[in-house]
């Protein structure tokens, strides 16, 4: 399947014009297998700086498949994954950020703690500290909390600051909302908002549309880890 997304949309799945503007990932004819299940089969898609793209699809559609390969944790079975030019999602991983289902956090650690840990893992590249990590999502750097003390909404934007230390110019997202009551949700989709002006590129899944709609230039439903469609999205902020 190829399918061209409007020219307002500013994105294509399948292969690129030459006058198209710069990606910072593309997917050409991308299968991922686990044995003789394919979790991907033959995506294609040209991901641009700026956007925020929202994956939807039933449980197994390849969702979080696709995050990891884009991530680098995953190498594609068929097909090639090219990140911000020409180099391979696992030689530019300072570059990506990645935030899974679950928080990659300590719970005996406090905030500031847990990201000083992290930051040390990024050898060789500028990041932030943790303080700015923490005020960029939103919480209070000083605050002597124990991370398994804290609620699921800040839980989940300290994960979103451990993923920001490294500056990524793309940002992968997997279900940032779960858990999360409506104010948090609120706040999340703010922080994301401001994060995509800034010309990064932001793939993220959920299974509640509603809540990303206000930020998602493109919508992309997966089914049985093909894509399926690929809408223009109404973003808000």
């Known amino acids: 399947m190829t399918t061209n997304v409007p020219e307002a949309g500013r994105s294509t799945l399948g292969a690129r014009p030459e006058n198209a503007r710069p990606t910072n990932a593309q997917l050409v004819?991308?299968?991922?297998?686990?044995?003789?299940?394919?979790?991907?089969?033959?995506?294609?898609?040209s991901l641009e700086p700026g956007c925020?793209?929202?994956?939807?699809?039933?449980?197994?559609?390849?969702?979080?498949t696709l995050l990891r390969v884009l991530a680098g944790l995953l190498r594609p079975t068929h097909g090639t994954v090219r990140v911000f030019g020409d180099s391979q999602p696992h030689d530019a991983r300072a570059r990506i950020g990645y935030m899974s289902h679950a928080p990659m956090l300590y719970d005996e650690l406090t905030a500031q703690e847990n990201l000083r840990y992290f930051s040390s893992l990024y050898s060789g590249r500028p990041c932030l500290t943790p303080a700015e990590a923490?005020?960029?999502?939103?919480?209070?750097?000083?605050l002597n909390r124990l991370f398994g003390q804290y609620s699921q909404g800040m839980r989940q934007r300290t994960s979103l600051a451990r993923?920001?230390?490294?500056?990524?110019?793309?940002?992968?997202?997997d279900e940032p909302f779960s858990n999360m009551d409506v104010e948090s949700v609120r706040q999340m989709v703010a922080l994301l908002a401001g994060f995509r002006q800034s010309d990064r590129t932001i793939v993220l899944t959920t299974h509640q549309r509603e809540h990303a709609a206000p930020i998602a230039d493109f919508v992309i439903t997966l089914h049985a880890g093909r894509v399926a469609s690929v809408d223009p999205g109404s973003p808000t902020q």
Do not use: H
């Open 29 to 45: 004819q991308v299968s991922k297998l686990f044995g003789t299940f394919a979790a991907l089969r033959q995506v294609s898609l």
């Open 52 to 64: 925020c793209y929202v994956l939807l699809g039933e449980n197994g559609a390849g969702k979080s």
């Open 134 to 142: 923490l005020r960029q999502v939103g919480l209070d750097p000083d």
């Open 163 to 173: 993923v920001l230390l490294s500056v990524p110019e793309l940002l992968l997202l």
